[in-house]
C-alpha cells in the first residue's frame, strides 16, 4: 500500500507576545498515511491536530519539516495538491443563502468541474447524503446535521483522492453522527483516503484503520487499534463487584499481578457477597488516558459538543 501522506520533522510555532517564548504546536512531527486508509488524529484540545491539519492543507505555513501529499511537495507543488485534495474544517464554509444545490454546483466551478457534469454530479451527492429533498433550501435553513452532510458532499465535489475531516461528528445528535460515520466508512470502501480527527474515542476505534496520539505537540503513539491496545496490556484491570448492606459496589484494580489482586481483593470483601471477578481488556479510551493524562469525559468538556451523545458515539 502506497503512501499518500508524508511527513517528516514537521513544526509550526506561533509568537505569542513581546517577551514570550514562541508557542510550538507541532513540534517537529513524523508520520504516514497509506493510500485507501481512515487515519485517526487524536488529542486533547490544543494539543497540534488542527495545526497540522491547516499546514498540510496549505491554510497555514508550516515553521519547519516537510511534507508530500500524493508525491508533491507541500511547498512548491501546493496548487496542485489543492486540486487533488477536499478538505472539511470544523466550521463549514458554505454560504448561507444559496441553496443546498448550487452550493455545491459552485464548489464544482471552482475545482474547474466541466460544467456539463456539475449538475448531475451536485444531483447525485445530494443524494448520497440524503438531501435530495433539500435540493432548493438555503444552507442556512439546514439543520445542523445535514449542514455537515453537505459540507462533506462539497468537498467531494471534485472526487478528490484524499479527504481532511477536522472534528466531523461534534454537535451532532446521535442519529446524525451515526448517519456521517456510515458515510465516512462507505468513502473508505471506495478507496478515498481520510484523514480524521475526532474528540470521540469510540468513532476513531470503528473508523481508523490506524491511529495517532498526538500531545503537547507531538506524536506519542501510532498503530492500528488493535497495536495501540496491546501496548496497554502490561496493566490488567480486574473488575470485582460486591454485595452488602452498602447495596451493589465494583471495585477496579490496575495490576499486573492478576491473582495477586484478586486476592486482595476478596481479602477486602469483609461481609460483603461477591458477585463477580471479571478481567477487562484495555480499551481505546484507556490508551488515551494513559497517554494523555486526560480521561475522555474532561475532552469532551473540553469540546462543549456531542457527537452522537457520549464518548462512545
Do not use: W
Not at 520533522?9 to 507576545?17: A, E, F, P, S
Not at 481505546?284 to 457520549?310: H, I, P, Q, S
Amino acid at each position: 500500500m502506497s503512501d499518500v501522506i508524508q511527513v517528516t520533522g514537521l513544526t509550526k510555532t506561533y509568537t505569542t507576545g513581546k517577551g514570550s517564548p514562541p508557542l510550538r504546536a507541532v513540534d517537529g512531527i513524523d508520520f504516514t498515511v497509506r493510500a485507501g486508509e481512515v487515519f485517526g488524529f487524536l488529542g486533547p484540545n490544543g494539543a497540534g491536530k488542527t495545526s497540522t491539519i491547516r499546514m498540510l492543507t496549505g491554510l497555514s505555513r508550516r515553521t519547519a519539516g516537510s511534507a508530500r501529499i500524493l508525491g508533491l511537495d507541500l511547498v512548491t507543488d501546493l496548487p496542485r495538491i489543492k486540486k487533488h485534495v477536499g478538505v472539511v474544517p470544523e466550521a463549514s464554509n458554505l454560504y448561507d443563502e444559496l441553496t443546498a444545490l448550487n452550493n455545491l454546483i459552485f464548489a464544482m466551478q471552482l475545482y474547474g468541474v466541466p460544467r456539463a457534469e456539475r449538475r448531475p454530479r451536485a444531483e447525485a451527492l445530494l443524494a448520497r447524503f440524503r438531501l435530495a429533498e433539500k435540493r432548493d433550501v438555503p444552507f442556512a435553513k439546514l439543520s445542523r446535521g445535514m449542514k455537515r452532510g453537505l459540507t462533506i458532499a462539497a468537498a467531494l465535489a471534485h472526487q478528490p483522492p484524499l479527504l481532511f475531516l477536522d472534528e466531523p461528528t461534534t454537535g451532532l445528535d446521535v442519529m446524525s453522527a451515526r448517519n456521517l460515520r456510515g458515510m465516512i466508512a462507505d468513502l473508505r470502501d471506495e478507496g478515498v483516503t481520510v484523514f480524521l480527527t475526532t474528540h470521540y474515542l469510540e468513532e476513531a476505534e470503528r473508523l481508523c484503520d490506524r491511529i495517532a496520539v498526538i500531545v503537547k505537540g507531538r506524536i506519542v503513539a501510532l498503530d492500528t487499534v488493535d497495536g495501540l491496545k496491546a501496548a496497554a496490556q502490561g496493566r490488567t484491570a480486574v473488575e470485582v463487584t460486591l454485595a452488602g448492606a452498602d447495596g451493589v459496589t465494583t471495585r477496579r484494580i490496575e495490576t499486573d499481578d492478576v491473582a495477586a489482586a484478586v486476592q486482595t481483593a476478596l481479602a477486602e470483601a469483609g461481609d460483603r457477597r461477591v458477585m463477580a471477578v471479571n478481567t477487562v481488556r484495555p480499551t481505546l479510551e484507556d490508551v488515551f488516558v494513559r497517554l494523555t493524562g486526560l480521561a475522555a469525559e474532561a475532552m469532551l468538556a473540553e469540546k462543549g459538543g456531542k457527537g452522537g451523545g457520549n464518548a462512545a458515539g
